[in-house]
């Protein structure tokens, strides 16, 4: 029987997660080891390049007048169990979320912690900061409160612990944060819980109706015109809401764009798949050659 390599394994679990949190964590991920290669090979200038000008810093002003640093410094991380921690609990607790909102939403709301757990850094930058900020921990934070509010009462199981429902363990990490805000155990607690706020607050702006996905899409349309060709737009050109025959669109309806295609078997691949399982039903499985075992693994997959 075919067998997977363990690479191939790795990639086809990676490639099965939503777009979005594939993508953050694919960035993440890169930008760490781009971080561990430059310190293994004493190019440390590199790292230090990277938080001189990417990280928040604890000057306010600076964080102002150089914007772009509320949403780099999600993407660097101080060492291995810095990122470890992170990537794990946004993969585990990132996934429903996505599947439930969606890939335009769940980037909007992990997005837009993590900058709002930036900005209430920059307000507070005079009283808790003192050195540089890096790390997605704050839009973690609020993706943890953004799954806590989804699935309230789902268990998670933690090591040498019961079973703990979501909410009741999100809560305890913010007081956790909140009792130790100011220990000055190098932990940014303040971009945690202002992470968490802003996730709290961007989830019930979207269970008041507020359509991420929607506002989005419209900046998308917005500006895809730049890039596309005007020729349409003539003396012939019309509107393709105003076709004859054509059903207008109900307006409490909207176009999905987003997602995800999944191909069926084609019809090469399936005739392919009827030989190998007649051959299998006359003469057995193993009268297969090796390239049939293998072709049989990977049609089976795409089922």
Known sequence: MYQE???????????RLPTALRWILFINISVFLFQAIADLFGLSVLNRFLIEWFALSPSAAENLYQPWRLVTY??????????LFNMLWLWWMGKPVEDTLGPRNFTVLYMGAGIGGGLVHVLLAGIFAS?????ASGA??????????????QQIMLLFLPPIQARYLVAGLIILD?????????????????????GYLLMKGYHRGYNYDAWVGSVVNRYSGLFTSSSGSGRGARSASSSPGRRPQNPHMRVVTDAEIIEEIDETAQTEMDRILDKISKEGYSSLSAEEKRILFELSKKK
């Open 5 to 15: 390599s363990f690479f191939e394994s790795v990639k086809q679990g990676f490639m």
């Open 74 to 83: 999600m993407f660097l991380h101080g060492g291995g169990f810095h990122i």
């Open 131 to 135: 050195a540089p900020t890096i790390g």
């Open 140 to 153: 973690v934070f609020g993706m943890m409160v953004v799954f806590a509010m989804l699935f309230p009462y």
């Open 178 to 198: 909140v009792l130790f805000l100011n220990s000055g155990d190098n932990i940014a607690r303040v971009v945690h819980l202002g992470g968490a706020l802003w």
